[in-house]
């Protein structure tokens, strides 16, 4: 069975300041991909970054940055000198690669706020 | 990126009435699509996964009779709610798997469907 826990439902922090979103998951499967997702209040999902089980290397990609530790099974998210577009609800999300046609799973997301 | 598109994005019925909502995807093949539901404030929970040609796997506690999915070709999956009732109100997302990846294709998500029932 696969489970993602986002631990911190809201959080709210000033413009500029740094924030780290966390995830933490469970599965058997020894491949998998990890996601996040920004859901901004419009609804639609937008996809931020897939990282497959292989690849521990971190990832910077402007702002964002993602930390992968298998060895504690998470798989963080930080937003540095966050901006108030940066509001929105985040999720984490698991699949695992070679198990047919499996749905990814979702945390309860992390409702970010960026207070200007 | 592929895309998805679904539609409408937002609707709203009177109790009672049917609601269709279409899931495709525009320039890729979906054998699998998979139906999530979004209460507000809540996370993306997995309805049923439909399959092109075949009857749909619901999720437990999911009634098939109430949420109809129809997965009639590859590039089109729809999800019909009938008799709705102001509890079906909700935030429904689709996802299409690109057949040509394989079990690790890729997973792309529609814009969502608001649905009100007044």
């Known amino acids: 069975a696969q489970k993602v826990t986002q631990a911190q439902t809201e959080i709210s922090v000033v413009e500029k300041e740094d924030v780290t979103l966390d995830c933490v998951y469970e599965t058997r499967d020894t491949t998998y991909y990890l996601f996040w997702y920004k859901q901004p209040p419009s609804g639609e999902l937008v996809f931020l970054i897939r990282?497959?089980?292989?690849?521990?290397q971190n990832e910077i990609s402007g702002r964002y940055s993602w930390n992968f530790q298998k060895s504690t099974s998470s798989f963080n998210f930080t937003i540095t000198a966050s901006q108030v577009v940066d509001s929105a609800v985040y999720f984490c999300?698991?699949?695992?690669?070679?198990?047919?046609?499996?749905?990814?799973?979702f945390g309860k997301g992390t409702r970010l706020s960026v207070i200007a | 990126g592929a895309v998805v598109s679904q539609h409408p994005s937002r609707v709203i019925c009177k109790s009672g009435t049917s609601v269709k909502i279409e899931c495709r995807s525009l320039d890729f093949q979906a054998t699998t699509m998979f139906w999530y539901r979004q209460f507000p404030k809540q996370s993306l929970m997995l309805m049923a996964t439909?399959?092109?040609?075949?009857?749909?796997?619901?999720e437990q506690g999911v009634e098939k009779d109430k949420f109809l999915i129809n997965h009639a070709s590859l590039t089109l999956s729809t999800l019909t709610v009938t008799s709705a009732h102001p509890e079906d109100s909700s935030f429904y997302i689709c996802?299409?798997?690109?057949?040509?990846?394989?079990?690790?294709?890729?997973?792309?998500f529609g814009e969502g469907s608001r649905l009100t029932v007044l």
């Open positions: 990282r497959n089980s292989f690849d521990e």
């Open positions: 996802s299409a798997k690109e057949t040509s990846g394989g079990p690790s294709g890729e997973l792309f």
């Open positions: 439909s399959n092109e040609g075949s009857k749909a796997t619901y």
């Open positions: 999300a698991l699949k695992p690669i070679y198990s047919g046609n499996t749905p990814l799973v």
